[in-house]
């Protein structure tokens, strides 16, 4: 199985322009997380969706983040403008029902700087 | 709402020596419990977790924690650490019941195995 795939890895980009983190959960999974980890914040849940419906987007930090998922198979997180305080890791997550019990899988992972 | 505590931000032992990673929860209802591990440059994977039944929960690598309520803790443990152990651990909560999909994570431990 090929995991939670996250493009890019590795992302530079200047204050202001638009950034775009793409992911794509395992098959089958039906529930889909984006979270940002950050050394003063640690791990925090940004939105979750399942059956690609955003069921609660509370940890989405302001209006310059938005995500989408227009299919099971795909997910983007967007940030426009990006701001230097925006630089963090960007994790996706699949799990098989989003229930509680469930083992979340996490991709690898894309790391954002803003300069 | 839930919230953990890891004891410790960073744990060094020597190779060989016991492994323990300290975790206390907090929840209103009875919990699930979860710890993952990060390799660097990696994203999560889980190790072991606790939903119902047996208190004392195995994981891969060795891994084990035990559930105890009267305690609110999860501690991890390992009886002999080695070299690929070193990475960060994170202890998760939510709560048991219905389709609670958010977890909610400590602030992690970086283990260092010494040779």
């Known amino acids: 199985d090929a995991g939670v795939i996250q493009s890019p890895r590795h992302e530079v980009t200047e204050m202001g322009q638009e950034v775009t983190l793409r992911c794509k959960p395992i098959?089958?999974?039906?529930?889909l997380f984006w979270y940002r980890q950050t050394m003063m914040r640690g791990l925090e849940l940004l939105i979750y969706?399942?059956?690609?419906?955003?069921?609660?987007d509370s940890g989405m930090p302001e209006d310059r983040f938005s995500a989408k998922m227009p299919n099971a198979s795909f997910s983007t997180l967007k940030i426009q403008p990006s701001e230097p305080r925006d630089s963090a890791v960007y994790f996706c997550?699949?799990?098989?029902?989003?229930?509680?019990?469930?083992?979340?899988?996490f991709g690898p992972g894309t790391r954002l700087t803003v300069l | 709402a839930q919230s953990v505590t890891q004891l410790g931000s960073h744990v060094s032992v020597s190779e060989g020596a016991l492994v323990l990673l300290r975790c206390n929860y907090s929840?209103?209802?009875?919990?699930?419990l979860f710890w993952y591990v990060q390799y660097p440059n990696q994203g999560l994977q889980l190790l072991l977790k606790y939903t119902t039944g047996a208190t004392l929960v195995k994981g891969i690598n060795g891994f084990e924690a035990e559930f105890k309520k009267s305690e609110t803790s999860f501690h991890l443990t390992k009886p002999s650490a080695h070299m690929s152990d070193a990475a960060e651990y994170f202890c998760a909560v939510t709560r048991s019941g219905g389709s609670n999909y958010k977890l909610t994570f400590g602030k992690g431990t970086l283990l260092t195995v010494n040779p």
């Open positions: 098959s089958g999974h039906n529930s």
């Open positions: 969706f399942n059956n690609n419906v955003p069921i609660d």
């Open positions: 929840s209103s209802v009875p919990p699930y």
């Open positions: 997550a699949s799990s098989s029902k989003g229930q509680g019990s469930d083992e979340q899988f």
